[in-house]
């Protein structure tokens, strides 16, 4: 299917940014986004930049302060409140989990916090099992309602090989969710909001809960079945504290710019959060942050998948930034493409 390109490009301040418009163009028309949006800023200027259309059926340009779910990156707010909980003197991140959600976790008395929010803690991921991964195709099934502790459930059943290698599993999360109710009598998601999104002013950043659909305006997704499929609407509470959140590439760029600068957490507990382990896929894993390696230096954030979007939010040590959503086509864009804007919007080469 040939799609219609349509960009829309602002500066928000004079002077150049790193287009990424021709990037952008290119995984349109080679099937790998419907649409996309990107937001490239340098502390001072900032370009935003939306290509593809809205809905396949009747067009129309994405809006570039579109929103969209951004799946996994729910996962660094997430870990923000606990790091925040931590400050408070509510917890240590060398507490097993066993001491704050007794009988919970299956050998939680040698789970440490800190291992679950670095995916350490060798829990099995129930996204894993069929049916249960929200970045695939569903059915009827994805309007369902899910509780946390039927995910718990269905993680625990099952057990990791003893490989001593890093598993990247969901099932931490949904026990860090739990961990910030038990501590602060409060849904997860209200925490979140009292904390990070209101002081912030992330007006156009929620926590859906059991509502299927995304905030107009926003771009559809879609799932090759093999045709495509419209996939927007769903019950994300599949994700739960995972990554059901949905925001937009303004508020991600602030609330990134707050965590890294040291705006939400005390030096210490940043620095915690930075300190990274080796994962063997391309990026090292600190406590709900990732750290890619780019050729003029380290960019710090996190990527997120959830049926139909894609999101990337990096920020390096300098102040530049770079936010991507990407409703994928026939096809995911490869590693290669996302990660050549990154080093384009970074370090000023391809």
């Known amino acids: 299917m040939m799609i219609n390109v349509m960009v829309a490009t602002v500066l928000a301040a004079s002077g150049q940014v790193v287009d990424l418009r021709p990037d952008l163009d290119k995984i349109v028309t080679g099937q790998g986004a ?4 990107a937001r490239v800023s340098d502390g001072e200027r900032t370009r935003t930049t939306s290509v593809g259309v809205r809905d396949l059926e009747r067009g129309g340009r994405p809006a ?7 799946g996994s990156v729910t996962k660094t707010f997430v870990a923000t409140v606990v790091l925040q909980l931590v400050d408070e003197g509510r917890l240590r991140l060398d507490d097993p989990i066993a001491g704050h959600l007794p009988g919970t976790v299956p050998g939680g008395e040698r789970i440490t916090v800190r291992q679950l929010l670095n995916h350490t803690s060798h829990l ?27 995910l718990l459930k269905v993680a625990f059943a099952k057990q990791l090989p003893d490989d001593g290698r890093w598993h990247y599993s969901n099932t931490n999360y949904v026990v860090l969710g739990l961990l910030i109710e038990k501590l602060t ?11 990070i999104l209101r002081p912030l002013g992330l007006r156009h950043t929620i926590v859906p809960g059991d509502r299927a659909g995304v905030p107009a305006p926003h771009a559809k997704g879609y799932e090759p079945m093999p045709e495509l499929v419209d996939a927007t609407r769903m019950n994300p509470s599949l994700d739960w504290a995972a990554g059901e959140m ?5 508020d991600l760029e602030r609330f990134m710019g707050a965590l890294l600068g040291g705006r939400l957490t005390s030096k210490e507990s940043l620095q915690a959060m930075r300190a990274t382990v080796r994962t063997g896929v391309g990026f090292g894993y600190g406590l709900g942050l990732q750290a890619y390696p780019l050729p003029c230096g380290t960019v710090w954030g996190h990527s997120g998948e959830l049926i139909g979007y894609l999101t990337f939010a990096f920020r390096s040590d300098s102040g530049k930034s770079l936010t991507l959503s990407i409703n994928p086509s026939t096809r995911n864009p490869s590693t290669e493409e996302v990660m050549g804007m990154a080093v384009k919007a970074f370090c000023g080469t391809a």
């Open 246 to 250: 949905i925001s937009t590439t303004g």
């Open 34 to 37: 419907t649409a996309a949006l």
């Open 64 to 70: 570039a302060n579109g929103h969209f779910r951004i």
């Open 124 to 150: 099995y991921d129930y996204m894993s099992e069929p049916g249960y991964s929200t970045n695939r195709w569903r059915g009827e099934a994805r309007f369902r309602s899910y509780q946390p502790h039927e």
């Open 185 to 195: 009598g409060m849904p997860y998601g209200e925490q979140i909001t009292r904390r």
